[in-house]
């Protein structure tokens, strides 16, 4: 069955970057896109981009633009997202998505001094 | 982007009640249409895809309808289980945009 498991939760420090990854298994890892979507506490779902695992090409929602790389390694069969200049907004709860259908558990990124 | 606007964005019933969630995207989206429940903390569960595809192990008792830039989510029976924050969300096209929540509440 299709599966997505990521890395546990951070704190980091406002300025610092974070690397989030998401394991994914149970399917042809370069068959599907990725995206990447996060949930700031009591707020909505705001979606951060995606990644084709195939070709390594990525689109980012103009939020994030300019802060945020989405990669992959296809041996393991996993995708990372990597967020720079953190900053007390970007605290929230991460997730990994395969289309609508196959979620990651979630990752909490905590942002503070 | 397209947007999509989900109405109400909050909802109190009795259980046992009939409800119906509504999601209009301001451009045609076919059926490429997904709703989640989601309760706090945890990760959105996927209920319903292509409008009106039931996820498997997903109770009956949830339907979804619609398509172009219309669609409705209706639970015919609400179950104790079944208060939590709903969500719609389009594929059709990157990037993929949620509506911003219903809240179902207890009444």
């Known amino acids: 069955q299709v599966q997505l498991v990521q890395s546990g939760a951070e704190v980091k420090e406002p300025g610092a970057s974070v690397k989030v990854s998401c394991k994914a298994s149970?399917?042809?890892?370069?068959?599907?896109?990725i995206s990447w979507v996060r949930q700031a506490t009591g707020q909505g779902l705001q979606w951060l981009g995606w990644?084709?695992?195939?070709?390594?090409?990525?689109g980012y929602a103009q939020k994030v633009r300019g802060r945020v790389t989405m990669t992959r390694d296809i041996s393991t069969g996993t995708a990372y997202m990597e967020l720079n200049s953190l900053r007390s907004e970007d605290t929230a709860v991460y997730f990994c998505?395969?289309?609508?259908?196959?979620w990651g558990q979630g990752t909490l990124v905590t942002v503070s001094s | 982007d397209i947007h999509m606007t989900q109405s109400p964005t909050s909802l109190s019933a009795y259980v046992g009640d009939r409800v119906t969630i509504s999601c209009r995207a301001s451009?045609?989206?076919?059926?490429?249409l997904a709703w989640f429940q989601q309760k706090s903390g945890k990760a959105p569960k996927p209920l319903i895809y292509?409008?009106?595809s039931l996820e498997s192990g997903v109770p009956s008792r949830f339907s979804g309808d619609g398509s172009g830039t219309d669609f409705t989510l209706t639970i015919s029976s609400l179950q104790p289980e079944d208060f939590a924050t709903y969500y719609c969300?389009?594929?059709?096209?990157?990037?993929?945009?949620f509506g911003q929540g219903t809240k179902l509440e207890i009444k």
């Open positions: 998505a395969r289309g609508p259908r196959y």
């Open positions: 149970g399917y042809t890892f370069i068959s599907r896109h």
């Open positions: 990644m084709d695992p195939e070709s390594g090409n990525t």
């Open positions: 451009q045609d989206i076919s059926t490429y």
């Open positions: 292509a409008a009106s």
């Open positions: 969300q389009q594929y059709d096209g990157y990037p993929y945009t």
